[in-house]
């Protein structure tokens, strides 16, 4: 087992490999998260791109203060929501045509794809990092240097709009 105290020392005086062990360990995650963030996994890809290359140049400046996860996150979290910020257009999710021969729910499935993708950028990390990735309210308070009444606040919006856009396209269907 490694150490991440010691893959991180060996960041810092510039050892690709441990940059890579830190890839490794969390790039899918990351991944995962900007894709559901930015609504499409060329994005995505981007986004972990940079936060990686922000990473390499800013490993100096992590204190170990809060746990090396955290930082990450919150390193990502600002890449995707940067970028969300910078495109002001519309998301569109990208459809794997086997996904729909695979996932026996697949309607519901891409409606809530296209709801979570119609949420506000907070609102919709809030909801991805609870619902999606399991993080805490307290760990997602942590990523995204919130009060943790805040991030309830945007985890009961995020739920209250998917319910009514879910809601919505029922009735829409049955018309």
């Excluded at 010691?6 to 690709?16: E, W």
């Excluded at 955290?70 to 995707?80: D, F, N, Q, S, W």
């Excluded at 805040?150 to 009735?171: G, P």
């Amino acid at each position: 087992m490694t150490n991440e105290t010691t893959i991180l020392a060996r960041c810092r005086q510039g050892d690709l490999k441990a940059f890579r062990w830190i890839f490794d360990r969390y790039g899918d995650s990351l991944l995962r998260l900007g894709n559901r963030i930015l609504g499409n996994r060329e994005d995505a890809e981007d986004a972990l791109q940079t936060t990686f290359i922000k990473l390499l140049r800013s490993i100096s400046a992590f204190r170990g203060e809060a746990k090396f996860s955290t930082y990450l996150y919150r390193v990502h979290l600002r890449v995707c929501l940067d970028a969300c910020r910078s495109r002001k257009q519309a998301m569109f999710l990208q459809l794997d045509g086997r996904e729909a021969c695979i996932h026996p729910d697949y309607e519901l499935k891409m409606q809530l794809e296209r709801a979570i993708a119609a949420l506000p950028p907070r609102q919709k990390a809030c909801f991805t990092l609870f619902a999606v990735e399991g993080m805490s309210q307290k760990e997602i308070a942590a990523v995204m240097n919130l009060a943790i009444g805040s991030v309830k606040a945007n985890i009961f919006q995020a739920r209250s709009k998917l319910r009514a856009l879910l809601e919505n396209d029922e009735k829409e269907i049955a018309v």
